[in-house]
């Protein structure tokens, strides 16, 4: 079993759907989590990151962590056609600088 | 700032031959790390660097593959002899232990290497 399990998908879905990406991981001492974003043909970008419990918004988005559970969200709320893109968990422990990714999802928001 | 640069930004060679990538960080960071992406396997940790000195290099898949960094703006990744199987996007990332937070990872726009 790998530290981070992701569903590679494809997710596909309509214009202003609210979209749910998912991660479980194995690894209690993880402490930061994190979502990038990748375009195709590009390289990841840091689209926003937690500490530890709890959840964070940003504009559209909104990540969510259960460490109980070992399983982050990240939300999309009216999602849009340039969403579209591979999103990538990733997680380290506090004071390491070494993040582990999960496989990616790749999502399809179609017009 | 001009990001990460990655050079070439495509490679196709034959099997066999030898391919060098290479990467520009980001000035004033202090970790640099190669990274493999493939379909079936996603993105893959090769090596990583900490003030050009090689910290990690339990992903390098096997010896046909190293990796230097002899100063702070350079690094290059080495595959000799190249295999089919080694068709993939490679990615140049680096990063600053200065900066608040996880330790951003700020990625180039990758060279996608093709074996035939």
């Known amino acids: 079993q790998k530290e981070v399990e992701q569903d590679p998908g494809p997710l596909s879905v309509p214009e202003g759907a609210i979209v749910s990406l998912n991660c479980t991981y194995s690894?209690?001492?993880?402490?930061?989590f994190m979502w990038y974003r990748q375009y195709s043909r590009k390289g990841p970008e840091l689209l926003m990151y937690?500490?530890?419990?709890g959840n964070k918004e940003d504009g559209r988005f909104t990540a969510q962590v259960d460490k109980s559970s070992k399983y982050i969200s990240l939300f999309i709320r009216d999602s849009q056609p340039s969403d579209s893109a591979t999103y990538l968990c990733?997680?380290?422990?506090?004071?390491?600088?070494?993040?582990?990714f999960g496989r990616g999802t790749s999502l399809i928001v179609h017009p | 700032d001009a990001g990460v640069i990655q050079s070439p930004r495509h490679e196709v060679t034959e099997m066999g031959q030898e391919v060098t990538l290479r990467c520009k960080p980001i000035?004033?960071?202090?970790?640099l790390f190669w990274y493999r992406q493939t379909m079936m396997r996603g993105l893959e940790l090769l090596i990583y660097?900490?003030?050009?000195?090689?910290?990690?290099d339990s992903g390098m898949p096997e010896d046909r593959f190293s990796a230097k960094m002899p100063n702070a703006s350079f690094s290059t990744l080495k595959i000799q002899p190249s295999e089919p199987r080694d068709s993939a996007v490679y990615f140049c990332?680096?990063?600053?232990?200065?900066?608040?937070?996880?330790?951003?990872?700020?990625f180039g726009p990758g060279t996608r290497l093709t074996v035939l």
């Open positions: 000035s004033g960071h202090d970790y």
């Open positions: 990332a680096s990063s600053s232990r200065g900066r608040p937070g996880p330790g951003e990872q700020f």
């Open positions: 690894n209690s001492a993880f402490q930061y």
């Open positions: 937690t500490y530890s419990s």
């Open positions: 660097f900490n003030n050009n000195v090689p910290i990690d």
């Open positions: 990733a997680m380290s422990q506090g004071g390491s600088y070494i993040p582990t």
